[in-house]
């Protein structure tokens, strides 16, 4: 395994390498200077002879081939001169453009232990400026017995972090990378929190290979399937959506009885399949196009069951509106419980704050039996 993720340590640096951004300058010095070192090395002789009578002779030394040594020699130098000029313009301008740029890092530190390996340590080479740590950690907040208020709370700052951070750096100077590991509500409202900050580039943890990674993937043309739409009738619904495994659907009509039921699943969901930027935006808008056309059906309060990826997490908190879009909870899944969606994050809204929202036992579970 340490072999494996050397070898893939080498390849994303070859990567890098390969798509740096070009100095033409640095360009001309390298070529003009080859030319230069070959021109400058000292005459050559070659000389081809056949029998008495026959007989050839290039020198560099003298005659018109060393005029057109000269003359070479000349426009390499002249090349390379211009070369460095460049080169040194280059560098003035990049060093301006990182003084005054800013790269924010929102990394969300919660159920991974990441300190090792920090977001900020894995931002893109091609996003340029100083780059400022946004960290919200809120391990505490989640260990042992889960104060969720508290964890949200900590998450409704980010904003304000976000913006101390930047301080008065225009927009067009910053770039904001985000990326986290927590409960899923929680992932959902950091990207309803996160998406007044303009436009931010999403990263996601490999639990696999254990570091953070661009989603650079092609897009493998995996959209969601929408059922149940046709059947809603009613001010609530409850929305699952199947992005990295299927929803407990069992769970979902234990702990939502009577309600109707649609659902966004993706063909054969799997985690640790969901590295495409373009994908996760198709999936983000087939989510928004679900949202509108809810509202549109006269739809008040959506109950969100969503099983996805970090990143896509974020990307669907993202695109919701609370001001067009009915009135959302996100909900935590816990196996073997009962209800098997015991609480959930209601999004704030123009009038509401966020919430944490304990959900009420079902009618016919053993807890809500009298002694």
């Known amino acids: 395994m340490e072999f494996l993720n050397w070898l893939m340590g080498i390849g994303t640096q070859l990567v890098t390498w390969w798509v740096r951004p070009r100095n033409i300058g640095l360009g001309m010095m390298r070529w003009c200077g080859m030319v230069l070192v070959a021109a400058l090395s000292g005459g050559l ?16 030394a003298e005659g018109t081939p060393a005029v057109i040594l000269y003359a070479v020699s000349a426009v390499a130098l002249l090349g390379f001169i211009v070369g460095a000029v460049l080169a040194g313009h280059a560098h003035v301008q990049d060093a301006k453009v990182t003084q005054v740029s800013r790269v924010l890092v929102a990394e969300l530190r919660g ?14 080479p091609t996003l340029r400026g100083r780059i400022e740590d946004c960290l ?14 508290a964890a949200l709370e900590e998450l409704g700052a980010l904003a304000k972090q976000v913006r ?6 225009a927009r067009e100077h910053v770039s904001v990378v985000a990326g986290g590991v927590l409960q899923v509500p929680l992932l959902f409202y950091a ?6 900050e303009g436009k931010v580039r999403l990263m996601d943890w490999d639990r696999v290979e254990g570091r953070w990674k661009q989603l650079d993937q092609p897009d493998d043309g ?14 609530e619904v409850v929305l699952a959506v199947s992005a990295s495994y299927l929803a407990d659907l069992a769970g979902i009509a234990q702990t939502f009885p009577g309600l ?6 993706r063909p054969n969901p799997k985690p640790n399949t969901l590295w495409s930027e373009e994908g996760q935006a198709a999936l983000a808008s087939q989510f928004l196009d679900t949202l509108a056309d809810l509202h549109n059906r006269g739809v008040q309060t959506v109950h969100l069951v969503l099983v996805a990826s970090s990143s896509l997490a974020l990307r669907l908190g993202m695109v919701y ?9 996100c909900y935590e899944w816990k196996r073997d419980q009962l209800p098997a969606y015991p609480w959930s994050v209601q999004m704030p809204t123009a009038v509401l704050p966020v919430a944490y929202v304990s959900t009420p036992a079902p009618a016919h579970s053993p807890a809500s039996v009298p002694a």
């Open 45 to 60: 002789l070659v000389q081809l002879q056949a029998g008495a009578e026959y007989r050839f002779m290039f020198s560099t």
């Open 111 to 124: 159920l991974v232990d990441t300190s090792d390996r920090p977001l900020t340590k894995a931002v893109p």
């Open 136 to 149: 919200v950690d809120v391990r505490a907040q989640l260990s042992g017995a889960p104060d969720v208020p």
């Open 164 to 169: 101390r951070a930047r301080g008065d750096t």
């Open 191 to 196: 990207g309803v929190v996160l998406d007044d």
């Open 222 to 235: 995996s959209r969601f399937r929408i059922s149940g739409l046709q059947d809603v009738a009613g001010p």
């Open 260 to 265: 109707p039921l649609v659902h966004l699943a």
């Open 321 to 329: 509106d609370s001001k067009n879009h009915p009135r959302l909870r």
